[in-house]
């Protein structure tokens, strides 16, 4: 189903709504949403067990990885789920780099000063190309590397002794730690980001409300 | 039952060959029979000789002790092997009584090969070599002529060891091996054989206790389970057991440092040993003239000095937290006091990590340390340079709580920012 089509009372209008997010996919986001708040508490708590007192350090360091594996094979259940589905279009590259960053611009433009003006949002929805250009990027970025590199460098952490020869390779504990700390941050900023992006919708809860129940509010 | 008549019998004999001249012939069988008579005759006196140093040595032998030790049955000429050869008394000079001890040193190598060879291997023997006067020779641990069998030894009371290292004997006996030893063997109730010193250190190769994994493995040894207990509760506890010497945790009160050692992970051992990078040694030692410590970019470039001059060593270092005494390192607590709580050194600017030093090995296993700022654990240009030892927490970088506190800040301001941008912009649409 990728389509509802619904009665509009305020506008006497028709409107379709686009089946966005699968029952997979949604499954799959507010499990990752919750598991990398854990990754987040419980790493502050790590990190910073002097000005946190939230629970033990060694608490902390138990719930980080029975989260941290949790989240991974929540990766692993994305990932099959794209591969073996035609909505992987959603991620695949933009080929024409100008079209794309011309399409990037009008989107910034949009959340820059549009979306007050009640301006045309520039990115029509489909369940094949869900992602505005920005969107795009963003996930992109976030699901092929920054997610990978954390996994690895949490991995490596997770066993230091079983993953020597690939932290020797990398130069180091401290250097895999520094990375994966790096990583840490670009979560907490994508997160409180996302989070508030999330209300930029046509009303402040519909993109929430699109996560449960998997079809696009409609736009009016 | 002894070839020989007992000294005891012989120097009796003497008195008595010696109060009737007329049993002449008698007296030069027994010394025919046995020499050690014709010794005893003179060094039963108190017999001195005069040394170079100007100190006079003693050439007296209590028969009694010599009688029970486990060389009488080898006699004088057993080890003073050149007697015979040379007119005796002697007229060559001996520049110290030290230096006559380190001469018979190799008398007992012609019998203890094997037991000689391991002590020429050890730390001991190396400062000897060196020219530490307080270095034992053999005579020093084994008194020349009162040498017992290894069976009479009585350790618990901590000699011969305890003649030196007098206040690590202290420490040691009130230890939970040291009073397992002294109230019959009994840890935690249970009739075990608690270590003396020999247990843990050898008696002959006693290597520098920097020198390897060693005295882990010598933990380990009978802590079977300790491997085991420690994964039940202690994350990536194969790592801690290697880069945590064991009384770091289990001597509480002792005082902790993080040494960082030169090492070639090529080669897999410290760099240093075994005459090796005598120019590295020196640039070592001499690299913090101003003793205020190194700072990282000093360490930085000490590490690249270090693979530049290392004779191809793929030079890292090796972080390693140890306590800084002998002493504490043997006040071993049970098991119940030991440091259980990870916070210990988790949390910013814990203790443990306030004490650093750099070192590189000495060619005999000991380290020559130059001593660190603290901040050598957390800079970020340590990345690099101290790349292979880290403490989440502890030893964290500064720089990035600042960047994560910037990505905090900016991640609350672009919402607050954007919401404000289109107030303004509503605004002016409305003015319109």
Redesign the interface.
Known sequence: MTAQTIHHPSHQVQINKVYLHPLPVRIWHWLNALGFLLLIVTGFQIRYVDLFGLMSFEAAVKLHNWVGFGVIANWFLWLFYYMASDKVTNYHPDLDAKDFFDRYFRQVQYYAWGIFTGAERPHRVHPHDKFNPMQKLTYQFVMFISAPVTFLSGLMMWDVQRFAGLIEMAGGIRVVNTIHVFMFILFVFFIIIHAYMGFLGSKPSSHFKEMFTGYEEPHV | MKARLTLGSLMLAAALLAAAPAAGLAEQHEEVANPDVKCLKCHTKNLKKKLEDGERMSLRVEVGEFEGSAHSVIGCTGCHRDIGKAKHPSREPIASARAYSQAQNENCRHCHEARFTDYEDSIHASLAHEGDAGAPLCSDCHNAHAVQSMAAYEPVTGEPCKTCHESIYEAYSQSVHGLAVTNGNVIRESHVQAPICADCHQAHSVSAVAASDHLKNTCLECHEGASLAHEQ?L??A??HL?SISCPACHSPMAERRVDLQLYD?LEQVPMGRGDKHQSVREHVAAIDAEGDGLDPVELWKLVRRASRDGDGADV?LRGRMEVTSGVDAHRIAPRGSAVRS??NC????AKAFQNVTVSISKPDGRKQRVSAESKVLSSPI???S?????A??GT??KL?DG??AL??F???A??VG?IA??KI??KK?KDQ
């Open positions: 509760w994350p990536n194969g790592m290697d992970r890292v990870c916070e988790h949390e910013g600017n340590s990345v690099d101290v790349g292979g030892f880290y989440p927490g964290r970088i990035l960047v994560l990505a905090i900016g991640a609350l672009i919402p954007h941008l289109g912009i509503r649409e």
